[in-house]
RNA sequence: GCGCGAGUGGCGAAAUGGUAGACGCGCUGGCUUCAGGUGCCAGUGUUCGCAAGAACGUGCGGGUUCAAGUCCCGCCUCGCGCACCA
């Protein structure tokens, strides 16, 4: 399965190569016989649509329906195999009726759930954004810094899931690009630690902080909590009026800080203290509170215990505001007491009572230890990975099935009411305003509360698309159903995706969003697998001189004109020989027109053939050619090699060119077997020009399904071998000899050769090593 | 800063520790052709040499091995990811 594309305009380069290296092998399992279901679809909804409607004043419906013509009709010429029965457009209320009902099953089990928070805001596209969608402090789409606002949204709850998106990573090593593993693990980011509980003078509660280092607990020498926390505020309203005024006016900053600015490296720390001490628990020391800003509110607690002796980042702050450092770790290095230079490593602690002498590791453990037994606290574990936010306060997309109701809260619409549809987009505003367009569709909008009848409103955003993409692939199994989300039985003959194709750019988004349905959808009893994919392939991007096509750039190289110029099998061939599937392509390297030539002096072949008439017995070298082409080619396109596979094509036809014009001639049948088998294997990559050959050869049934001829493994084997000779590793001589040789008559053979001879010389022979039929290697002293 | 990946001819690239450069582009020469931006054949890592052959050669420096593009250690460069995550 490919990812499916987004409607914007027509297909380009990068769709072409990504189609062409899915298409290559679905056509080869099909072609080895099996049942191939290789789907298409449309993730339709979205934010392109809508900016359209807006610039140009069109219908983001018409718009997106439009551009799905124009794809499906570039696919079908470019002869993508897709199964055009099983169409799915995220846009259609069939479809997405089941977001909603899935959102539901998701609301019952506590997974969807709202809360007020501060979010990701992007001014440009006026609309929240999901962690994931913020990229170095940009919005990924339109490039613009994000900021924050609070706002009430709706989330699902993959942070439950966080452990089993993590440790089932281990179950696609090998069978996932390693790259995405590392970035989901690094994106899910689990540490363990401790969570430690620190009384807090003149409060009832204590605070809680969370660390990896409970070893380090006797070097806390201040805390610090999060400027943007509550817990910040509320520990400075009863400080003096200074205190206070000076917080008031750092949190100001903080707040006009942006991401950007905030994530710069190298920008020197910032804080107030706050007028208050919390207690070590371990030692009973007075720490003095801080608020800071390199402290974040959302992670973790929203506060630290600060150990400067053996952390940069406390360090940093120690120094700037005169801070106490006390070393309780000693690696071996310099005391960061002298240096002022934080250590992290192992080493045996000192200054720490009872853990004095320990190593890291034990020293970890028997403080979390002694913080159990005391009840302040206890061993636990934080993750990077937030909750999921859906909401979008857009038009084009799945509405919320929510219905507010002043007496009843939030009331789920009912079952038998799906799908909300989407209003008409005509009269309504969809200039973005910070507030979903839909609000201002009052029909719409203003209902009946389904639980006691007096009037409510419908919920108006919309979900993020990427609700959409999270499940289409089980769509597939039943795109037109109004029974289920997907058809149970579909999940039992098809299961997971054996192989999906697609861009790394959606290396943790989609693929970690799909990754959480499909383990809720597990434990809802209604999927028998816990992971989408079973295989993924990241294809790389098609460049032009280096850098990406755009319009703008005027480095664009046009699908349609390649197409109008080459021919789709070329273009095919070409994206699939161009080198690793997973590396760029650069177009201006990339030779359409050689490709053309290849094709044409393959077909060829297959018009000699078919010009001749059958005579003789079956060159037997020319049939070894054939039948180590087919074990070579398989196992090259199974390891995803398609340009190795393509070059052994290009050997074949070699070879048969070769025994057409200087060998066995156009009739022998062992030509016509090679021809036969290299129609085969060009159609995964060229199907027209395969199909022509084909019926060249006389067959009227379709190349796709003539299914490769069985390898006749005694064809495989070779009876002579080229064998080398070397001294000192260094190659002298080479000979021709049968595989059955033995070490004897190979070592003699080797001695016996004038440049064996000649770079041995008068040195003594310290070692022979005979490795038959293949190598001798004379090893010499001096 | 941390992590991951990659550095091989003029170019895109091949190579279970055992012939480095398969295959293709480009280039050179020959044949075919009225002609050719076609087709076919041959050559093409660098240096020396008429040749046979030799020396050198997979980013740099070491190491393991009879044998290293491949394994180990240290560096350099580029790309990607993460980046005050406690």
Redesign the pocket.
């Known amino acids: 399965m490919d990812m499916f594309p987004y409607p914007s305009g027509d297909l380009h380069m990068g769709h072409a190569e990504a189609y062409a290296l899915g298409d290559v092998v679905s056509r080869y399992w099909v072609q080895r016989g099996f049942n191939v279901l290789h789907p298409i679809g449309w993730d339709a909804f979205g934010l392109p649509a809508e900016n359209a409607a807006i610039k140009r004043g069109l219908d983001p419906r018409q718009w997106t329906y439009d551009n799905i013509d124009q794809q499906r009709k570039s696919m079908e010429n470019y002869a993508c195999s897709f199964d055009w029965d099983r169409v799915l457009r995220t846009c259609d209320p069939i479809y997405y009726r089941w977001n909603q009902w899935l959102f539901l099953e998701f609301y019952k089990k506590g997974l969807a759930y709202r809360k007020n928070s501060n979010v990701n805001w992007c001014p440009s596209c006026q609309t929240v954004l999901a962690n994931e969608q913020v990229?170095?402090g940009l919005c990924e789409r339109c490039d613009t810094e994000v900021t924050k606002k609070a706002l009430t949204q709706w989330y699902f709850k993959v942070t439950d899931y966080a452990d089993r998106l993590l440790d089932d990573l281990d179950t696609l090593e090998g069978k996932w690009p390693?790259?995405v593993l590392?970035?989901q693990r690094?994106?899910i980011?689990r540490?363990y630690?401790a969570s430690v509980r620190f009384e807090v003078e003149n409060r009832d509660e204590p605070i809680e902080?969370?660390?990896?280092?409970p070893d380090t607990l006797y070097g806390a020498t201040f805390m610090?909590v999060?400027a943007d926390s509550d817990l910040a505020s509320e520990l400075v309203a009863d400080a003096d009026s200074d205190t206070k005024a000076k917080f008031a006016e750092y949190l100001e900053t903080v707040k006009k800080t942006s991401?950007i600015?905030?994530?710069?490296?190298d920008?020197e720390?910032?804080g107030v203290f706050l007028g208050r001490y919390a207690i070590n628990p371990l030692n009973g020391e007075k720490l003095p509170m801080w608020a800071s800003?390199?402290?974040?509110?959302?992670?973790?607690?929203?506060?630290?215990?600060?150990?400067p002796a053996h952390?940069?980042?406390?360090m940093?702050f120690a120094v700037k505001f005169d801070l106490p450092i006390r070393t309780v770790v000693d690696t071996g290095e310099e005391d960061p007491q002298v240096t002022k230079i934080a250590t992290a490593g192992d080493g045996v602690l000192v200054n720490s009572g009872p853990l004095d002498g320990l190593r890291k590791e034990q020293a970890i453990a028997k403080a979390i230890e002694v913080l159990q037994q005391r009840g302040t606290g206890e061993k636990t574990k934080?993750?990077?990975l937030r909750d999921w936010l859906i909401s979008r306060q857009r038009y084009w997309g799945t509405p919320i099935p929510i219905i507010h109701c002043a007496k009843c809260g939030e009331v789920p619409v009912e079952q038998d009411q799906l799908p909300v549809e989407l209003p008409d987009s005509q009269g309504l505003d969809l200039a973005p305003k910070g507030t979903s367009p839909l609000g201002g569709a009052e029909d719409w909008v203003n209902v009946d509360c389904p639980k006691c009848g007096g009037s409510a409103k419908r919920d108006t955003d919309t979900m993020d698309t990427f609700v959409d993409s999270s499940w289409y692939f089980l769509r597939f199994f039943s795109p037109n159903s109004e029974q289920f989300a997907f058809d149970p039985d579909g999940v039992k003959q098809w299961g997971a995706v054996d192989q999906y194709v697609g861009g790394?750019t959606h290396?943790?988004l989609h693929l970690l969003y799909a990754r959480f349905f499909t383990k809720v959808l597990f434990d809802m009893g209604m999927v028998d697998f816990e992971e989408p994919f079973s295989r993924l392939l990241n294809q790389g991007m098609v460049l032009m001189d280096g850098s990406a096509m755009s319009k703008s750039r005027g480095n664009l190289v046009k699908l349609g004109d390649q197409l109008e110029e080459h021919g789709v099998d070329a273009i095919r061939l070409t994206m699939s020989?161009?080198?690793?599937p997973e590396?760029?392509?650069?177009w201006k390297?990339?030779?359409p027109?050689?490709?053309s030539?290849?094709l044409?002096?393959a077909w060829?072949v297959a018009k000699d053939v078919s010009e001749s008439s059958a005579e003789g017995e079956p060159d037997i070298d020319v049939r070894k050619a054939t039948h180590s082409f087919l074990n070579e080619f398989e196992t090259?396109i199974e390891n995803f090699?398609f340009?190795?596979a393509?070059?052994?094509?290009?050997?074949l036809?070699?070879a048969l060119?070769?025994a057409i014009?200087?060998g066995c001639g156009a009739g022998n049948p062992a030509v016509r077997e090679g021809a036969e088998e290299l129609a085969k294997g060009l159609s995964l990559f060229a199907p027209y020009v395969a199909e022509d050959m084909w019926h060249l050869l006389g067959h009227e049934s379709p190349v796709a399904l003539a299914g490769f001829r069985d390898i006749e493994k005694e064809l495989l084997v070779q009876d002579s071998?080229?064998a080398?000779a070397?001294v000192?590793?260094?190659?002298?001589?080479?000979f021709e000899v049968s595989v059955d040789i033995s070490e004897k008559e190979l070592e003699a053979l080797a001695m016996n050769s004038e440049?064996v001879k000649?770079?041995i010389g008068d040195s003594e022979i310290?070692?022979i090593?005979i490795?038959a039929p293949?190598?001798v290697?004379?090893?010499v002293k001096g």
Do not use: C, H
Request: charged residues 30%; without cysteine; hydrophobic residues 40%.
């Open positions: 990229v170095a390693s790259k590392t970035m690094n994106w980011g540490s630690g902080v969370f660390t990896t280092r610090v999060a991401d600015d905030r994530l710069s490296t920008r720390k910032t800003d390199y402290v974040l509110a959302d992670y973790g607690t929203g506060a630290i215990m600060a150990v952390d940069e980042r406390d940093e934080t993750f990077r790394v290396a943790i020989f161009a080198g690793p590396d760029d392509i650069d390297d990339v030779s027109q050689a490709t030539k290849f044409a002096r060829r090259n090699k340009n190795v393509v070059a052994k094509t290009m050997e036809v070699n060119r070769k014009d200087s071998v080229t080398v070397q000192n590793g260094k190659l002298r001589d080479k440049n000649r770079a310290a070692k090593i490795r293949k190598l290697n004379i090893a």
